[in-house]
């Protein structure tokens, strides 16, 4: 039977302990604050970097400065907010990402401009809703999209000639009734369909003409009964005609 070489006859040396040169080891080492493979400062993994900050959160300050980006947006997390604040027009973007989620006022006002569609994004989800205003016309369709669903209902006309269906369509969810006839010749059916299924009765009577099946679906849901009849009769879609003979016939007409 063969047996599976030593250590001592293949060569095969155990590594060296990874600590042994770490200003740290006779400290945090020592009183288990950190470990090798697990919460480590000084290794190229994010994971490791941040279980060492989350336990260890006055080294923060101190990674600002380091070579390692994924350091530095770490470091950004659990620094104090002072000294993450100066990390505003880091080279790299994670980092600025970082300071976005922590920063407050003018600091993230002026992140609203980063070349970085992501910390535009964050920005957007954070900025109080009265200032979201100065971002309804960002060139990325994310960072708009994300304005639209925080942005105050008395600003959200201004966004319904957006030149995203996407995001007309979140404006279409969230506008009052009142106001859904501004969408009544959007270009897209399905942003029409989403606000002919929520506008008042009489708006939503004048889609039950509209060209798209799909937008006279969702006014027959809103349209007065009345107005039914002829689409149960005579609309050319089988799926509309069914969907009027059968509100009408809820209704005992």
């Given at each position: ?23 740290l080891?006779?400290?945090?080492l ?12 000084f ?23 380091d ?19 100066r990390?505003i027009?880091?080279?790299d ?5 970082a ?10 006002l002026?992140l ?8 535009r994004?964050?920005?957007?989800s954070r ?25 105050p ?32 010749r ?10 002919a299924?929520?506008?008042?009765p ?10 798209h ?13 009345d107005?039914l ?8 879609e ?7 003979s059968e509100?009408l ?5």
């Open positions: 039977m063969t047996q599976d070489p030593s250590p001592e006859t293949d060569g095969y040396r155990p590594p060296e302990n990874p600590c042994s040169q770490c200003m080891r006779d400290s945090l020592a009183d288990g604050r950190c470990a090798p493979g697990d919460l480590c400062l290794v190229h993994s994010g994971r490791q970097i941040d279980r060492f900050l989350r336990r260890n959160p006055e080294f923060a300050e101190a990674c600002l400065d070579s390692f980006w994924e350091r530095r947006a770490i470091a950004v997390r659990y620094a104090p907010i002072d000294a993450a604040a990390m027009a880091d080279a973007e994670t980092v600025r990402r300071v976005a989620t922590r920063v407050e006022g003018e600091s993230l002026h609203a401009r980063d070349p970085d569609r992501e910390v994004v964050t920005v957007a900025l109080p809703p009265a200032m979201l205003g100065k971002m309804m016309r960002d060139p990325d369709y994310a960072v708009r999209l994300q304005v639209a669903r925080r942005l209902h008395g600003s959200l006309p201004q966004m319904t000639d957006d030149p995203d269906p996407v995001v007309r369509k979140e404006i279409a969810r969230r506008l009052p009734a009142f106001a859904l006839g501004r969408l009544a959007d270009a897209d059916p399905e942003v029409r369909a989403l606000a299924g929520r506008m008042l009489a708006d939503a009577a004048t889609m039950l003409a509209d060209p099946w799909l937008v006279r679906a969702a006014a027959v849901h809103q349209a007065p009964l107005a009849g002829p689409v149960a009769d005579n609309d050319p089988e799926a509309v005609r069914q969907l009027a509100r016939s809820a209704a005992g007409q």
